[in-house]
T-cell receptor
Framework: GAGVSQSPSNKVTEKGKDVELRCDPISGHTALYWYRQSLGQGLEFLIYFQGNSAPDKSGLPSDRFSAERTGGSVSTLTIQRTQQEDSAVYLC??????????????FGPGTRLLVL | AQKITQTQPGMFVQEKEAVTLDCTYDTSDPSYGLFWYKQPSSGEMIFLIYQGSYDQQNATEGRYSLNFQKARKSANLVISASQLGDSAMYFCAMREGLYGNNRLAFGKGNQVVVIP
């Protein structure tokens, strides 16, 4: 597709359940990023992939959060045993991955997660 | 310490007027990139413009320009001839370092409402 796509658009889940969020980057982009946007914390970096490797996962808030990327393309962010504080918009971005200083990240529409 | 500071309260702007959105940043790295994104109510983050720390001239992109004052560590966004479609949240972001650190650090955002 032309842009970054994410699914689902919205997800409502019960506390304690696991959720999977999916991101399809722009074709040809080797770098992929996950961010979280919440009212209290603003936009926070979660994890960065270059190809299938995650050289920077320092933003993951707890071990309940994990992410993987397969085939250098699609990425899945998994949140286990969801808590109410996990409610946020999860944004995925991709970039060319040439590691230039002005490498631009292009964002998807986000997944709005609500944990009841 | 906060990397990016955006402290202006919400702004109302008359259509066709120019508006300046303030952004100050904090880094000790000589190599960095500064980015502005627009987030309308639909939620998608839209890339607008960037400026590199080594750029001698201010960046411009259509109606968007960046007033880069390196010594003051500010990178203000100027939107000329405001349009109703410019109503959105605007985020300033920074990427530090030439290699390895691809994450973007975002400010809290500036809310702009364009009125006819």
């Amino acid at each position: 597709g032309a842009g970054v796509s994410q699914s689902p658009s919205n997800k409502v889940t019960e506390k304690g359940k696991d959720v999977e969020l999916r991101c399809d980057p722009i074709s040809g982009h080797t770098a992929l990023y996950w961010y979280r946007q919440s009212l209290g914390q603003g936009l926070e970096f979660l994890i960065y992939f270059q190809g299938n490797s995650a050289p920077d996962k320092s933003g993951l808030p707890s071990d309940r959060f994990s992410a993987e990327r397969t085939g250098g393309s699609v990425s899945t962010l998994t949140i286990q045993r969801t808590q109410q504080e996990d409610s946020a918009v999860y944004l995925c971005a991709s970039s060319l991955g040439d590691r230039g200083l002005l490498e631009t990240q292009y964002f998807g529409p986000g997944t709005r997660l609500l944990v009841l | 310490a906060q990397k990016i500071t955006q402290t202006q309260p919400g702004m109302f702007v008359q259509e066709k007027e120019a508006v300046t959105l303030d952004c100050t940043y904090d880094t000790s790295d000589p190599s960095y990139g500064l980015f502005w994104y627009k987030q309308p109510s639909s939620g998608e983050m839209i890339f607008l413009i960037y400026q590199g720390s080594y750029d001698q001239q201010n960046a411009t992109e259509g109606r968007y320009s960046l007033n880069f004052q390196k010594a003051r560590k500010s990178a203000n966004l100027v939107i000329s001839a405001s349009q109703l479609g410019d109503s959105a949240m605007y985020f300033c972001a920074m990427r530090e370092g030439l290699y390895g650190n691809n994450r973007l650090a975002f400010g809290k955002g500036n809310q702009v409402v364009v009125i006819p």
